[in-house]
């Protein structure tokens, strides 16, 4: 694109007429990928907050296009990679975060641990996984919808602070980089890891009819308190008596439908009409 057209298409954007704004925003997010040093040089150089508001929803109409694109490939070819679909998700808010250096830093958990973990007991298991994400990386739990870091992967990986359902994310794909088996539980009030040897989302339904004593439940909010069924009901302080059945096993699609839910939480509470409905767009395509 010419200097003198995209400087040509910023004029446009604040033209009082609708049709002709919205048709010079269409052309710079269908030229974005070329021009997108030139937007952010632009905005850099600029006292004018009416073009900067502009050229953010450019920036912002052209990431959601990529996500959603992303989104739906992701859903139809690799949803049993849940940081992949959590690094598309979370670019939403922060297009800078890059899917290698966040898969790095995941195994490069794996490649620290030199103990043979499958010769560990199913109790010694869980306990080593929450020294590693606890103590060792010193993840925490908070609850805040307001604060949208909490919910980002590349923020909490670097604060070390999280929601309880991404602190439940990260703990299920480190369990899974070490070949341990977890499956995230969610009710409509808590979100729950089940641990056993032989436990795979595939059988979890018939696993419980069989072997439910033997199930341990773990509690990433509470720093991975680890309790058996029994306990559920004097350990998450339910008003009755708490039960499994409260619970559906989290599908990885699901764990992105719920950051997304997070999302548009965070959007209605800040009142961005616009940011909502690209977030409830995205929702629609997990159901």
Same mark, same amino acid.
């Given at each position: ?82 940081? &992949?679909? *959590?690094?598309?998700? /979370?670019?939403?808010? @922060?297009? %800078? $975060? +890059?899917?290698?250096? #966040? ?31 606890? &103590?060792? *990386?010193?993840?925490? /739990?908070?609850?805040? @919808?307001? %604060? $949208? +870091?909490?919910?980002? #992967? ?134």
């Amino acid at each position: 694109m010419k200097e003198s057209e995209f400087n040509a298409l910023l004029n446009l954007l604040l033209d009082p007429n609708e049709y002709v704004s919205f048709k010079a925003k269409e052309k710079l997010i269908s030229e974005f990928d070329k021009i997108e040093k030139r937007i952010y040089e632009f905005m850099s150089n600029s006292e004018n907050h009416h073009f900067a508001q502009k050229l953010n929803e450019v920036i912002q109409e052209h990431y959601f296009s990529v996500t959603k694109s992303e989104l739906k490939k992701w859903k139809n070819n690799t949803p049993d990679d849940l940081l &992949k679909g *959590l690094v598309i998700v /979370s670019r939403i808010f @922060d297009s %800078n $975060i +890059s899917f290698y250096e #966040i898969k790095n830093y995941f195994d490069q958990i794996k490649r620290m641990n030199n103990i043979d973990i499958q010769n560990l007991s199913g109790l010694e298991q869980i306990r080593f996984l929450n020294a590693i994400i606890f &103590k060792t *990386l010193n993840f925490k /739990s908070v609850n805040n @919808d307001n %604060n $949208i +870091s909490i919910f980002l #992967i590349n923020k909490v990986i670097e604060k070390k602070i999280g929601s309880p359902l991404l602190i439940s994310i990260i703990y299920k794909i480190i369990a899974y980089k070490l070949d341990i088996p977890a499956l995230i539980l969610r009710s409509k009030k808590n979100i729950l890891i089940a641990y056993n040897s032989e436990l795979r989302e595939i059988n979890f339904e018939y696993y419980l009819k069989k072997h439910s004593r033997n199930l341990l439940i773990i509690n990433p909010a509470d720093k991975g308190y680890i309790f058996t069924l029994n306990e559920m009901q004097y350990t998450l302080g339910e008003k009755r008596k708490a039960t499994l059945s409260d619970y559906t096993v989290a599908s990885n699609p699901d764990l992105i439908k719920m950051i997304i839910g997070r999302f548009i939480n965070f959007a209605k509470l800040n009142n961005d009409e616009n940011t909502l409905q690209y977030l409830v767009d995205l929702h629609k395509i997990l159901l």
